[in-house]
């Protein structure tokens, strides 16, 4: 089978499902699994998987051994287990990847042939739940992003003077989604008994987990019927369509009149936004919702904050109050300590005695996307004194590394001023003002 170049065709598809999903809200899609299985919509699911990279799952295989054999005979074979009922997802590796209060956070990594066969899935299906779900919802999807959440909540306290906030937070929700209603959230659209029976197996998968004795097998989620796991293709549509129950929950059980409360929602994270006096009651409403939706309320970092004397962090963002050159105060967004601590934990890493060996504009190369990426999502509200951080941080990291690297003692600041670091390696510069602040679309 030769590769096309197919998004074309497969945008024509997905804008077709959406407009009948759109047109007829209560329609099931009966005839999907041939969609799944088109030649262009696996090439694209391909395509796409190799752009978003990643590790080689539990068979080792990675891309480059693919394409070095053939991509088009690799498809071939899959399009045909997929067309004759034989495809069977292989187990999930599991690796541990460092949470921001010191934990670890499981992440299950299919291989990239269950990945390709996901993302093929996901570009048929998106479009049609896209169409379902709620404005509240700004993960995952396209179009919307993390700063459009933080600005609809900005939104809400200013304009709205939905003051009180329910910082809330859910222990582990996407390995503790309850398979039974999950399913029948996508049975509510989906009648396609070929696509539904293989979004079960993805979800029962066993995982394997390689120790120092040997590997290690669990079956967890089938045993308990529940999760969907973080590493997963499918796995934020699934989360997304779950949590879609709760912001329903709240609006048409009539929440959001009752206690003037506005759901703001990105993957597992939520903040409802309550006028004053309403939010011992959001905050009881919310836990309960989430007991009858088999989801688990983490009480240590769930809170109510109350505006301007107290502030909360969302999507990396500390919404409180500020003070502006006169004196006066404004609610507004800044990046957040624990977010600002995290990328100088990553500079750090990224400019210790580990890459000695590399050249200095390699390791530029480096450095570079990481503090533009930052610079690009952290550009709203009071930014520069987070940005002088960063930069003075950089700055001295990358000097400390050039001295260690030829073996030299001291902090190199006469040996490698700042026109060396600019111009002569390319170091992205951090703003240092207002006016030098990179303009950055949600």
């Avoid at 010191?102 to 998106?126: C, E, F, K, N």
């Avoid at 990291?397 to 390696?425: A, F, I």
Wanted: charged content about 25%.
């Amino acid at each position: 089978m030769s590769l096309p170049t197919p998004v074309s065709s497969v945008e024509k598809l997905q804008a077709a499902l959406q407009a009948k999903a759109k047109a007829a809200p209560g329609y099931r899609f009966y005839t999907l699994w041939d969609k799944v299985c088109r030649p262009d919509v696996l090439a694209e699911a391909y395509r796409r998987c190799r752009a978003n990279g990643g590790a080689p799952g539990v068979d080792g295989q990675t891309f480059e051994q693919i394409e070095s054999a053939g991509v088009g005979p690799w498809l071939a074979a899959l399009r045909e287990e997929l067309r004759r009922a034989e495809y069977r997802p292989q187990p999930l590796l599991r690796v541990w990847i460092p949470k921001g209060n010191g934990g670890q956070r499981p992440l299950g990594i299919p291989s990239i042939r269950d990945r390709v066969a996901q993302m093929a899935v996901l570009l048929v299906i998106g479009p049609i739940f896209e169409a379902d779900l709620c404005e509240e919802q700004y993960g995952f999807r396209p179009g919307l992003g993390a700063k459009m959440a933080v600005r609809r909540v900005y939104f809400n306290v200013t304009e709205r003077g939905l003051c009180e906030v329910v910082d809330a937070d859910l222990s582990d929700y996407f390995n503790t989604i309850p398979h039974g209603p999950l399913m029948r959230c996508l049975s509510r659209r989906i009648a396609d008994g070929s696509v539904l029976s293989v979004v079960k197996r993805w979800l029962q998968a066993p995982v394997v987990e390689r120790r120092e004795r040997g590997e290690q097998r669990t079956t967890a989620a089938a045993d308990t019927n529940r999760g969907t796991p973080q590493g997963g293709v499918v796995s934020p549509l699934l989360a997304n369509l779950y949590f879609r129950r709760f912001v329903l929950a709240w609006k048409q059980f009539g929440h959001e009149q009752r206690l003037q409360a506005r759901v703001v929602n990105y993957a597992d994270d939520l903040v409802i936004c309550c006028r004053p006096g309403f939010g011992p009651a959001a905050l009881a409403t919310f836990r309960g919702l989430m007991t009858r939706l088999g989801l688990t309320v983490n009480e240590r970092k769930t809170r109510l904050a109350r505006l301007p004397e107290e502030s909360f962090d969302f999507l990396g963002y500390t919404v409180g109050r500020y003070y502006g050159k006169d004196g006066r105060p404004y609610i507004g967004t800044r990046p957040s300590k624990k977010a600002v601590c995290k990328l100088l934990a990553r500079l750090h890493e990224e400019t210790s005695r580990r890459w000695n060996w590399q050249e200095p504009a390699e390791r530029v190369e480096v450095l570079n996307p990481i503090l533009r990426g930052w610079c690009g999502y952290f550009n709203q509200g009071p930014v520069v004194r987070a940005y002088r951080v960063v930069r003075r941080y950089v700055e001295r990291r990358l000097r400390r590394w050039l001295m260690r690297r030829e073996q030299r003692g001291g902090t190199g600041y006469k040996r490698y001023p700042d026109r060396y670091l600019y111009e002569d390696l390319g170091l992205f510069p951090v703003p240092d003002r207002r006016a030098a602040r990179p303009n950055a679309k949600a």
